[in-house]
């Protein structure tokens, strides 16, 4: 019975675990509320730089459109992605299906700076002009295979006869879908829409090569401003996306637990 | 004695010509790709009758009951309920509900949701709805649980949850796929009884899938046993286990001793077997068998009585030596190997206590039987 005690070193591992991942975004929320403008000499506490990040127009324009792009793109991404898995879960053999699931999946694959690059391709030999548009269109492309992953692997262990027994009872197939199917597997799709909400906030090279003028996202703001030196400022805009999406992520795992505590195991 | 038990259930609906069939397959044949699930298959079911399908797994008796509830659809042949065609009309719009194997209760809605779903599907009003769920609560005794998950309840309490909402929509036909299965023994056996007692004071044709013998045999009016998507023999338990047609559902229902022989003399019902040890043995035959045919006489191990001593006026007496017997509490089956090496069974109540017992093993025994209590099967 000695594996479930906590020994000296399970403690030290996941210490050192522990320091790996999170001291680099420990000293940057430290330094987020540094008075100096060097941003490696510690100079006293100040919130200064949260106050003049919210006054620097370009930043929170940049904010902004990541903020709709991720809400947009994330959207469509798990309605399209959900739809994919129920496919390739219900739909059984039908010709093509191979294709069809490894040209679902193989955006996991593809690195990214050719899907960014083929995008681009695609949309100057459309004649689109970049801008908002184009970077939705973008991570919706990738995103969208990270929701079917998500959505699929519930499906697969999803009971078909509580579908067959709504049938049974009156339901369409829309009906049953929307009145037995969804609130069961709601957790997961709920993750999946935040998983592919992050992957669209996070995303810097896809979004670079698919966006135009004046619409510039938050990641690639902060990387063209990192380029001219470090700025307070950034540290300031990366703690409130730390906070941001750690809440976002405390959240929904709350959600999915309670969710799961009322239905119970089906 | 066939006839004496087909003549009791000759008032009953199927041996009447007037009563239409509330279901009937005509012709139907299933396939899933080049296996044939189900095989040019006719059959009528009748109104109020609790109709059983037995058989082995993969024997067609699942998928018979996926397309009367509409989730499969024949490749030929059509499926009639009420004279109407309703082979290519799906699940939702017809008066057929089913009982899961599963349950398949919906996790997220409480008992009382669960058992209004279907109504609520129709569209009827909120004090409707109540007033049937209430009842059908009221019907499998489960009031308090009204407001309960489905896993906060026990297995018996999920069975009753299930049966309650496959029976609010007042359907034709229900459905009933292994109902029981997953019930321990006792449990099943009382929830048997409720189950007959529902459908009786109800009124309501039920058709039950199961693997399990002694469950159709309890349950049913009739029993359809099937083998590899064809049915083999449709008729009451008590025929069914008296008279079999075949082999096949002899040894499928119940235990059975076979032994193969020629017919050599027939008077009336009486049959005079010579089996290829020039034995003599008498069974009963109702049809007329042809003189030289090989047929085997079938006979239960409870009607073959085995002694110590020599039987007295008896046609059908074989001797043997005991090699194993097996002691089940209430009966003992004793295996008897004849000189030619085959084994019959025999069965013997232990009325008297298992010390008391006088037969043992490598005994020298007769076994005997009466003239009826064997039957001829040429299939």
């Known amino acids: 019975m000695n594996s479930h005690r906590f020994s000296w070193f399970n403690a030290t591992s996941l210490t050192l675990g522990f320091v790996f991942l999170y001291l680099p975004i420990l000293l940057l929320i430290i330094f987020s509320f540094n008075s100096s403008k060097l941003v490696t000499v510690w100079g006293g506490f100040s919130t200064k730089w949260y106050v003049s990040l919210f006054q620097n127009e370009s930043f929170m324009n940049a904010a902004f459109v990541t903020l709709k792009v991720g809400l947009v793109s994330a959207t469509i991404a798990t309605v399209l992605g959900t739809l994919a898995a129920l496919v390739m879960t219900r739909a059984g053999k039908f010709r093509g299906r191979t294709l069809f699931s490894g040209m679902i999946y193989s955006p996991l694959v593809m690195p990214e700076v050719i899907t960014g690059l083929s995008l681009l391709l695609l949309f100057v030999a459309l004649g689109w002009d970049r801008g908002f548009w184009t970077i939705t269109l973008a991570h919706i492309t990738f995103s969208m295979c990270f929701v079917a992953v998500v959505v699929s692997s519930r499906l697969i262990t999803f009971d078909r006869s509580l579908e067959e027994a709504a049938k049974d009872l009156g339901c369409t197939p829309i009906n049953a879908f929307l009145q037995v199917t969804l609130p069961i597997i709601l957790p997961s799709v709920v993750a999946a829409w935040l998983l592919a909400f992050t992957l669209s906030i996070d995303d810097l090279v896809i979004a670079s090569f698919t966006s135009g003028p004046g619409a510039t996202t938050l990641p690639m703001k902060i990387y063209s401003q990192v380029r001219l030196g470090l700025n307070p400022e950034i540290n300031a805009l990366s703690t409130l996306m730390i906070i941001a999406v750690s809440v976002g992520v405390i959240v929904a795992s709350i959600l999915a637990k309670r969710a799961e505590a009322k239905q119970g195991l089906d | ?379």
Not at chain 2, 216 to 227: E, G, K, L
Not at chain 2, 258 to 281: C, M, P, R, Y
Not at chain 2, 319 to 347: C, M, P
């Open chain 2, 1 to 379: 004695m066939a006839t004496e038990v087909l003549d009791n259930i000759a008032h009953e609906s199927w041996n009447d010509q007037n009563v239409a069939p509330l279901i009937r397959f005509v012709n139907v044949t299933k396939k899933y790709g080049d296996f044939t699930a189900i095989d040019n298959l006719t059959l009528d079911i009748y109104e109020k009758e609790f109709y059983a399908l037995l058989g082995p797994s993969g024997c067609g008796k699942t998928t018979l009951l996926r397309l009367l509830a509409g989730f499969e659809e024949p490749t030929s042949g059509s499926i009639l309920i009420g004279g109407e065609d309703i082979s290519h009309i799906p699940p939702n719009k017809r008066s057929v509900n089913m009982m899961f194997q599963s349950y398949a209760l919906f996790p997220h809605m409480n008992v009382e949701k669960n058992i209004g779903f279907g109504l609520k599907q129709e569209g009827r009003s909120k004090e409707e709805i109540k007033q049937r769920v209430d009842e059908m609560l009221a019907l499998v005794q489960l009031e308090e649980f009204a407001t309960r998950k489905p896993h906060q309840l026990s297995g018996g309490q999920r069975q009753r949850v299930a049966l309650a909402r496959s029976l609010a929509k007042k359907p034709k036909l229900l459905l009933l796929d292994e109902p029981l299965g997953a019930l321990d023994k006792k449990l099943r056996e009382r929830t048997q009884f409720e189950l007959m007692n529902l459908q009786e004071s109800l009124g309501l044709t039920f058709m039950i899938v199961t693997h399990d013998q002694e469950e159709a045999m309890t349950v049913s009016s009739r029993i359809a046993i099937m083998d590899k998507g064809i049915v083999k023999q449709v008729d009451t338990p008590a025929v069914i286990y008296e008279a079999p047609n075949s082999r096949y559902v002899s040894d499928f229902i119940g235990d059975v001793n076979f032994i193969e022989g020629i017919v050599s003399s027939q008077d009336n019902k009486k049959v005079v077997l010579k089996t290829a040890d020039g034995e003599s043995l008498i069974l009963h035959s109702e049809t007329p068998l042809d003189i030289g045919a090989i047929i085997w006489l079938s006979i239960r191990p409870e009607k073959v009585k085995v002694s110590k001593t020599k039987p007295e006026n008896v046609n059908n007496v074989l001797q043997g030596k005991v090699d194993d017997i097996a002691y089940s509490g209430n009966v003992s089956t004793y295996y008897v190997r004849l000189a030619n090496g085959n084994t019959v069974k025999a069965q013997a109540t232990n009325s008297r206590r298992l010390s008391a017992r006088e037969i043992t093993w490598e005994d020298d025994v007769w076994l005997y039987w009466t003239d009826t209590a064997g039957i001829a099967l040429s299939e």
